[in-house]
C-alpha cells in the first residue's frame, strides 16, 4: 500500500501563509516610505561629503545608496514572490526574495573592499577634514537612519529578504554615529586620521552584516536544513513512532523564510495503518517542528522488497541494510528503531 500526503491535504494548506500579523501590502508601504527618505538625505549627503571632504561622509552615502537598492530589491522580489506557482516554476518565484538576499549580502561584501581600500590610502595620507559640518551631517544621518530602522521594524523581518534590507540600514546607522565621532574629534582635536578609521568600522560592519546574508541565502540555495533542526535527531524521532519501522530518503529543506518543507519514506510493520502513521507524522512535524509541507510515501514492509526484508527489518539486534532492491539509491542515513542506523 502507497500513500502519498502533500502538503496541502488535511490542514497542510496553511503551510504556504505568512507566520506574521503583518500583510505584504503594509511590508511594501513601510519599504517604500524608508526608500523615499533615505534617497532624498543620500542626495544632501554627497555634496556636503565632497564639500568637507569627508570620506567618512561619503562613504556613509554610498552604503545610503546600496540601502536604497536593497529596498528596491526587496519590493521587486515581494512582487515577484507573490506571484502564482505556474508552468515550471511549481514553487512560484518564493525564492526571488533569496536572490535579493543575497544580492544584498554581496554588495555590502563588495562595497567593504573598496572602502577598505580608500580608508588605508587616507590612513597614510589624510586629507583636510572639516570636522563640524561631519559632525551636523552624520548626526542628521542618525535621525534619518533611526527613522528608516523604525519603519522596516514594522514590516515582516523574519522574511531574510526585508532583513537583508533591514541590515543595510542597521549598518548604515552605526556608521554614522562612528563618523559623528569622528567628526567630533577632529573638530575638537584636529586629527584628521579619525575620519578614515570611521570608514573602517563601518567596514567592519559592512562585512558582518554581508557575510551573515550571503551565509543564510547560501543555505537556502543549497538546500540545506532549515537552521535549529537536526535531520538525524529528526528521522530518529520519526521511526520512533507507532508502527513505524524505518525511515529513509528523509530531505528537509526551506522554500523561502520561514516556509520549511520535507519529504520521506516510511516503512510500517507488516498490519499497520499507514493512514493512521501519515497523519500522526504530520501531526508530530507541524507540531514539533513547525513543517506543515510535508510529503510522506508511506509503505508497508516487504511491499517494494522480498520477503527476506521483513526478516532483515524485524530479526536479529543490528539489522543489516535491505537489499539494493528495496530502494534503488537512497539518500541519506537510514533510520530505524534502536541505536542503529546505516
Given at each position: 500500500?502507497?500513500?502519498?500526503?502533500?502538503?496541502?491535504?488535511?490542514?497542510?494548506?496553511?503551510?504556504?501563509?505568512?507566520?506574521?500579523?503583518?500583510?505584504?501590502?503594509?511590508?511594501?508601504?513601510?519599504?517604500?516610505?524608508?526608500?523615499?527618505?533615505?534617497?532624498?538625505?543620500?542626495?544632501?549627503?554627497?555634496?556636503?561629503?565632497?564639500?568637507?571632504?569627508?570620506?567618512?561622509?561619503?562613504?556613509?552615502?554610498?552604503?545610503?545608496?546600496?540601502?536604497?537598492?536593497?529596498?528596491?530589491?526587496?519590493?521587486?522580489?515581494?512582487?515577484?514572490?507573490?506571484?502564482?506557482?505556474?508552468?515550471?516554476?511549481?514553487?512560484?518565484?518564493?525564492?526571488?526574495?533569496?536572490?535579493?538576499?543575497?544580492?544584498?549580502?554581496?554588495?555590502?561584501?563588495?562595497?567593504?573592499?573598496?572602502?577598505?581600500?580608500?580608508?588605508?590610502?587616507?590612513?597614510?595620507?589624510?586629507?583636510?577634514?572639516?570636522?563640524?559640518?561631519?559632525?551636523?551631517?552624520?548626526?542628521?544621518?542618525?535621525?534619518?537612519?533611526?527613522?528608516?530602522?523604525?519603519?522596516?521594524?514594522?514590516?515582516?523581518?523574519?522574511?531574510?529578504?526585508?532583513?537583508g534590507a533591514y541590515q543595510h540600514i542597521l549598518t548604515d546607522l552605526f556608521g554614522f554615529i562612528a563618523t559623528a565621532v569622528s567628526g567630533l574629534i577632529v573638530l575638537t582635536t584636529g586629527f584628521?586620521?579619525?575620519?578614515?578609521?570611521?570608514?573602517?568600522?563601518?567596514?567592519?560592519?559592512?562585512?558582518?552584516?554581508?557575510?551573515?546574508?550571503?551565509?543564510?541565502?547560501?543555505?537556502?540555495?543549497?538546500?540545506?536544513?532549515?537552521?535549529?533542526?537536526?535531520?538525524?535527531?529528526?528521522?530518529?524521532?520519526?521511526?520512533?513512532?507507532?508502527?513505524?519501522?524505518?525511515?529513509?530518503?528523509?530531505?528537509?529543506?526551506?522554500?523561502?523564510?520561514?516556509?520549511?518543507?520535507?519529504?520521506?519514506?516510511?516503512?510500517?510493520?507488516?498490519?499497520?495503518?499507514?493512514?493512521?502513521?501519515?497523519?500522526?507524522?504530520?501531526?508530530?512535524?507541524?507540531?514539533?517542528?513547525?513543517?506543515?509541507?510535508?510529503?510522506?510515501?508511506?509503505?508497508?514492509?516487504?511491499?517494494?522488497?522480498?520477503?527476506?526484508?521483513?526478516?532483515?527489518?524485524?530479526?536479529?539486534?543490528?539489522?543489516?541494510?535491505?537489499?539494493?532492491?528495496?530502494?534503488?539509491?537512497?539518500?541519506?542515513?537510514?533510520?530505524?528503531?534502536?541505536?542503529?542506523?546505516?
Open positions: 500500500m502507497t500513500e502519498h500526503a502533500h502538503g496541502h491535504d488535511e490542514g497542510t494548506a496553511h503551510a504556504h501563509s505568512h507566520s506574521h500579523a503583518v500583510s505584504p501590502d503594509a511590508d511594501r508601504r513601510w519599504l517604500r516610505a524608508a526608500l523615499i527618505l533615505l534617497t532624498a538625505y543620500m542626495t544632501v549627503e554627497v555634496v556636503i561629503g565632497f564639500v568637507a571632504q569627508s570620506l567618512a561622509l561619503i562613504s556613509d552615502a554610498a552604503h545610503m545608496l546600496t540601502d536604497a537598492v536593497s529596498i528596491v530589491l526587496a519590493l521587486i522580489a515581494m512582487r515577484l514572490a507573490a506571484k502564482p506557482a505556474r508552468g515550471g516554476y511549481t514553487y512560484g518565484l518564493k525564492r526571488a526574495e533569496i536572490l535579493s538576499a543575497q544580492a544584498n549580502g554581496l554588495t555590502l561584501l563588495l562595497l567593504s573592499v573598496w572602502l577598505g581600500y580608500e580608508s588605508i590610502v587616507r590612513l597614510i595620507s589624510p586629507p583636510a577634514v572639516t570636522g563640524g559640518l561631519v559632525l551636523v551631517t552624520a548626526l542628521a544621518g542618525i535621525v534619518v537612519n533611526l527613522i528608516c530602522a523604525w519603519m522596516l521594524s514594522k514590516a515582516n523581518r523574519a522574511s531574510l529578504n526585508v532583513e584628521a586620521r579619525a575620519d578614515a578609521i570611521a570608514s573602517l568600522v563601518v567596514v567592519a560592519l559592512m562585512l558582518k552584516a554581508g557575510t551573515g546574508l550571503v551565509r543564510e541565502s547560501g543555505r537556502i540555495f543549497m538546500e540545506a536544513a532549515p537552521a535549529g533542526i537536526d535531520p538525524d535527531a529528526l528521522g530518529d524521532h520519526l521511526v520512533a513512532a507507532d508502527e513505524v519501522v524505518e525511515v529513509h530518503d528523509l530531505h528537509i529543506w526551506q522554500i523561502t523564510s520561514g516556509q520549511s518543507a520535507l519529504s520521506a519514506h516510511i516503512l510500517v510493520a507488516p498490519g499497520g495503518d499507514c493512514h493512521k502513521v501519515r497523519r500522526s507524522l504530520q501531526e508530530l512535524l507541524s507540531a514539533e517542528y513547525g513543517i506543515t509541507h510535508a510529503t510522506l510515501q508511506v509503505d508497508h514492509v516487504g511491499e517494494q522488497g522480498s520477503a527476506d526484508d521483513v526478516l532483515r527489518l524485524t530479526a536479529g539486534p543490528a539489522p543489516a541494510p535491505l537489499p539494493a532492491e528495496h530502494c534503488e539509491d537512497t539518500h541519506g542515513p537510514v533510520h530505524r528503531p534502536g541505536p542503529h542506523r546505516h
